[in-house]
Every structure is written in C-alpha cells, then in structure tokens.
C-alpha cells in the first residue's frame, strides 16, 4: 500500500494508463472545462454502482419498486428502509482519489463546473466546491406531498416519519425514475456543456437521460469529449479520447500530467 499526492492510500489499483498527448495539450489551453460524473467515480470509495454485473444496485433490487415515486406509495417503508441503509453506506465511506483530483482540477482552468448525477456528497466532502447535483442528495429528506426540504427530526419511530408541517409521509430527495431533475441545475449543467471547450463524462454508463444528453450538447457544439471508464458505454464510439481505466487512476494522472505539461 502507499500514500499518493492526494493523501489518499491507493490498495487496488496499480495500473498504467497512457493519457493521449494531444489531450494533454489541449487541456493546457482550454479556458472552460465541464465534468459530468457518475457512480462508478465513487465504485473506488465503496460506494455500489447501479448498473455493474454482479455488484451493481439493479443487480439485485428492483428499480421500479426502490426507485419510482410509484413505488414509494406502494411500499413506502421498504423503499425508505432501502435508503437508510444506503445513507449509512455513503456516511461511512470517504473520497477517493478521483473525487480529490477533481478538487484539484478545479483549480487548473480559470472556468470549471462539476456536474454529478451521484447522490452521495463525496465530491462536496473531497472539497469540490459548486457542485451541480442533477439527481438530488441521499443525505438530504423531503415531503413527499408538498416537496419541502426537512431539517428537524422527529420523536416518533414512525417509518417513514412524517412531515411536522402537514403531516405526509418524508422521502429522500433524490430524483426517481420518471420525475423531472431540479429544473435550475438542469439547465445550468446544459448551458455549461454547449459552452466548454473539454467535456468529460467519467463513471457513467451515459444511458439515464437527461444527464446522458449532456455530452451529446457537447458534442453538437464542436466541443471535445472525453470519457474515462473501464468499460465501453454508448458515448465511447462518439468521444474524441477514451481512456479505458478507474477513475481513481486516470483522473490524478490526468491533473499531473497538465501540471507538468511542457510545451
Ligand atoms: C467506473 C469504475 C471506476 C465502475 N472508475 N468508472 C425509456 C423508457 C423508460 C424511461 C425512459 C426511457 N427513455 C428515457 C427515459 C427516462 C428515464 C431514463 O433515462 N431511463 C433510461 C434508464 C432508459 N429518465 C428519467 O426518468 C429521468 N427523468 C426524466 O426523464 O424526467 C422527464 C420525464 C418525466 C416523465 C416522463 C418522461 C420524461 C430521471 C432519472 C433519475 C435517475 N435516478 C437514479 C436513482 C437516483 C436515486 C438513487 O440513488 O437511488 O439515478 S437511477 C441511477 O442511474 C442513478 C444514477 O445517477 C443514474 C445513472 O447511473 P450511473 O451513475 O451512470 O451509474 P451506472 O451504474 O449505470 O454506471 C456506472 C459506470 O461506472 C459503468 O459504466 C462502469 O463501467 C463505470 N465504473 N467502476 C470509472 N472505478
């Protein structure tokens, strides 16, 4: 095991990867850069992906039964319970050194915006700041009547509890499957990926739309794309560079390899 520059212990991954010079080149000058990332950005702190064989979420529950507000009204008690256990698995985990290299990456573009489709906060715990969060935070409770964010708990042992102010049933505020994403940070992550000038999709499977569309703005605008995941995905026949490896890995070779670029 050793430490690494992101203070981070690096166990499982000792692979190389080879970052393409033409992309280094162009991330020396670019002005804008957009980040979109999904579950497999936090697979390296723990966290299950959803749509892995073998370890991901849909591998072994039910997405219309955990994951639809039809669900929820079915069996409300199950889909909160099935939360709570995920709400402990995400406060129990810690940033990896993708989640930190994207802190740092920040700070190389005078323009950067970070748009996640995972619910976890890592990023927000690795220090990242201005996150746009497309699907909402599994920290973070709502009413499922009225919408409002709760912050006060409750005595009761009611599962799931009640609202204080009318009284319906709480939820997490994640965004499920046929609801709309939260209307301002969809349209600020969509603005953002038609205006960058390096779009990289990192983690994600790229087949839950809206956030899969993000790189196809990018991508119309003449924008260079970039996808770094172990496995193929619908973008990697259409992204200029593919770089095949764990975030935890390419990310943090990637920022060095900015840094040190010379010319
Ligand atoms: C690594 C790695 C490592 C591993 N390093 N990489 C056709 C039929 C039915 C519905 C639709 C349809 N077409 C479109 C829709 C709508 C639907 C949709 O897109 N469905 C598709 C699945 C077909 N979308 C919606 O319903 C959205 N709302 C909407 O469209 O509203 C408008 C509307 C309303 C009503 C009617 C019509 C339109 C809402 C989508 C909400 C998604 N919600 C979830 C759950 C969030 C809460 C929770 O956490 O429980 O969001 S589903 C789940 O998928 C979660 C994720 O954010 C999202 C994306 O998954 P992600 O992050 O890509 O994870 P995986 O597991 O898929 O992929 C992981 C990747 O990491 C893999 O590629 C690995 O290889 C890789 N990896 N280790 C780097 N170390």
Redesign the pocket.
């Known amino acids: 095991m050793e430490s690494n520059l992101w203070g981070t212990r690096r166990q499982r ?1 000792h692979q190389r990867v080879t970052i393409p010079d033409e992309l280094v080149r162009q991330l020396r000058s670019a002005q804008r850069v957009v980040v979109v ?5 936090s ?2 702190s723990g966290v299950p ?4 064989a073998q370890t ?3 591998a072994k529950f039910k ?1 219309e039964e ?2 639809t507000p039809e669900g929820f009204q079915a069996n409300p008690r199950l889909v909160w319970e099935w ?1 709570a256990w ?1 709400r402990k698995m995400v406060a129990a985990a810690r940033p990896n050194s ?1 989640h930190f290299a994207l802190r740092e990456m920040e700070k190389l573009f005078p323009e950067f915006h970070l748009i996640t ?3 976890d906060g890592l990023h927000q715990r690795a220090g990242s700041s201005n996150v746009i969060e ?3 935070n ?1 920290t973070r409770t709502k009413c499922f009547n009225e919408g409002t964010i709760i912050t006060t708990s409750q005595d009761s042992d009611e599962v799931p509890p009640r609202c204080p102010q009318c009284g319906g049933v709480l939820r ?1 505020d ?8 939260p209307e301002s940070a969809l349209e600020k992550a969509a603005e953002v990926s038609a205006n960058c000038d390096v779009f990289f999709s ?11 569309a993000l790189s196809a703005d990018a991508l119309r605008a003449g924008k260079t794309v970039v996808e ?4 193929p ?1 619908p973008l990697t026949a259409l992204a200029h560079f593919v770089v095949s ?4 890995v ?1 990310v943090p070779e990637i920022v060095n390899r900015v840094r040190s670029f010379v010319s």
């Open positions: 991954h990332t999904g579950a497999g950005v697979a390296e992906t959803f749509r892995d991901g979420l849909w997405p955990l994951a939360y995920r993708a489709q995972n619910v497309l699907h909402g599994i997490p994640v965004v499920w499957f046929g609801e709309v994403l990192i983690g994600t499977s790229a087949v839950v739309y809206p956030a899969a770094i995941n172990p496995e995905t490896g764990a975030a935890g390419v």
